[in-house]
């Protein structure tokens, strides 16, 4: 898909692609409705729209983004409805079969600062996991039994933490896929905090990013 991505919003990058196999790959698509959170351009929502999912909705906490992700919606002719905003609450928005997640997972130093626009795409707090564990803990409201949430995420913000909390929540989790990729200009830029942190050797200039596949069970809340 060609899409409009202005500056502020992120683009689709390795953990969009990676993520998007794992979309083409997950049965609940088709005919299902899928949520994509932090949808940024809309690449993984009109993704799922072409799989033939019955409905997509798509969010963000980024106006710009949210307004990029519905023209590239109205370019595409795709029926993804966009909206500003974080998780539903599922008391009006309802349980989804699939919720896709590229969240923002950089670790970030601490500057006393107000977050910039462009940074709260990627930028996560000192253990990239600010809004990993919030999506964690709320996860089996936002899913239908037997639906699916698909998550992408780095390894240095600790992919076995997500397995863990996931699984506290009931439901049934895996790791789906891997790659590793070189570091693009926001972790090169803080390889040296990373390695104080012991996050990375000194020197390490990759990545390894994991899809995590999560089932709501009939025993998740």
Same mark, same amino acid.
């Given at each position: 898909?060609?899409?409009?991505?202005?500056?502020?919003?992120?683009?689709?990058?390795?953990?969009?692609?990676?993520?998007?196999?794992?979309?083409?790959?997950?049965?609940?698509?088709?005919?299902?409705?899928?949520?994509?959170?932090?949808?940024?351009?809309?690449?993984?929502?009109?993704?799922?729209?072409?799989?033939?999912?019955?409905?997509?909705?798509?969010?963000?906490?980024?106006?710009?983004?949210?307004?990029? +992700?519905? &023209?590239?919606?109205?370019?595409? *002719? !795709? #029926?993804?409805?966009? %909206?500003? @905003? $974080?998780?539903?609450?599922?008391?009006?928005?309802?349980?989804?079969?699939?919720?896709?997640?590229?969240?923002?997972?950089?670790?970030?130093?601490?500057?006393?600062?107000?977050?910039?626009?462009?940074?709260?795409?990627?930028?996560?707090?000192?253990?990239?996991? +600010?809004? &990993?564990?919030?999506?964690?803990? *709320? !996860? #089996?409201?936002?899913? %239908?039994? @037997? $639906?699916?949430?698909?998550?992408?995420?780095?390894?240095?913000?600790?992919?076995?933490?997500?397995?863990?909390?996931?699984?506290?929540?009931?439901?049934?989790?895996?790791?789906?896929?891997?790659?590793?990729?070189?570091?693009?200009?926001?972790?090169?830029?803080?390889?040296?905090?990373?390695?104080?942190?012991?996050?990375?050797?000194?020197?390490?200039?990759?990545?390894?990013?994991?899809?995590?596949?999560?089932?709501?069970?009939?025993?998740?809340?």
């Amino acid at each position: 898909m060609r899409l409009i991505r202005p500056s502020g919003v992120y683009p689709p990058q390795d953990d969009t692609a990676l993520l998007a196999e794992a979309v083409r790959r997950e049965p609940g698509t088709a005919g299902g409705r899928v949520l994509d959170v932090g949808t940024g351009t809309g690449a993984l929502a009109l993704l799922a729209a072409r799989c033939r999912a019955a409905r997509v909705d798509a969010v963000d906490i980024s106006p710009r983004a949210v307004a990029t +992700a519905w &023209l590239n919606a109205r370019l595409c *002719r !795709a #029926p993804v409805r966009v %909206r500003l @905003g $974080g998780l539903p609450d599922p008391a009006t928005g309802g349980r989804f079969d699939v919720v896709l997640a590229n969240p923002p997972y950089v670790p970030t130093p601490p500057s006393g600062l107000p977050p910039h626009a462009r940074g709260r795409s990627f930028d996560a707090g000192p253990d990239g996991r +600010a809004v &990993l564990d919030d999506l964690c803990a *709320r !996860a #089996p409201s936002l899913l %239908r039994p @037997g $639906g699916v949430l698909l998550i992408v995420q780095s390894a240095l913000s600790g992919a076995g933490t997500t397995l863990e909390r996931l699984r506290a929540q009931g439901l049934r989790t895996e790791v789906t896929a891997r790659r590793v990729v070189p570091f693009g200009p926001v972790l090169r830029g803080r390889s040296t905090w990373l390695a104080s942190r012991g996050l990375i050797a000194p020197g390490e200039d990759k990545e390894e990013l994991v899809v995590i596949r999560a089932v709501r069970t009939a025993h998740a809340a």
